[in-house]
């Protein structure tokens, strides 16, 4: 094969129309290049992770936003997530520190599988899942990820309304 000649790999140009990493939403790189709703995944994720001093703003959040029932039960959710993700993991998976700009591959797939999932890309966000847990788990990690991600976008409304409201 002539060397010279091969197209296929393309360096930093993006000379044929491949995304730019500026122009990319989801997948691993800094934190707050993602969506809102991954990017706050992420940080409750590694805020839970860390135990009770991490658990306990995370659920003083939701629980300002959507009250105490609904928050118990997102919180609930949240949890089972962590632990099946957990204990079906192909691998150990990697979690940054908390407060850490960056969002690792492993991180990145968890808040795009709840992303996918709570948007009704179910298939998709089992797919996304499986790289990060066995097969046999991802259909159950998909469908919880849908319950957190749906509570999630709530709890996101909802701080966004308790911010315009302290704006006027």
Known sequence: MDRARRTDLYFADYA????HPDEVTHGAGPVDRLGQ????????????????????????????AIGDT???????TLDALIEIVGEAACRPLKRYRVGCACAGVD???????????????????????????????????????GSYGHA?????????AQRRRKLH
């Open 16 to 19: 044929r129309g491949e995304a």
């Open 37 to 64: 709703l991954e990017a706050r995944v992420i940080r409750d994720m590694r805020q839970w992770s860390e135990g009770v001093p991490g658990q306990i703003p995370v659920w003083e959040s939701y629980r300002a």
């Open 70 to 76: 609904a928050a118990a039960e997102t919180v609930a």
């Open 107 to 145: 991180e990145a797939n968890f808040a795009h599988t709840v992303a996918l999932a709570s948007d009704g890309h179910r298939r998709e966000a089992v797919m996304i899942a499986a790289l990060i847990v066995t097969a046999s788990r991802a259909h159950q990690i998909a469908l919880l990820a």
């Open 152 to 160: 999630l976008r709530r709890i996101l409304a909802a701080e966004g």
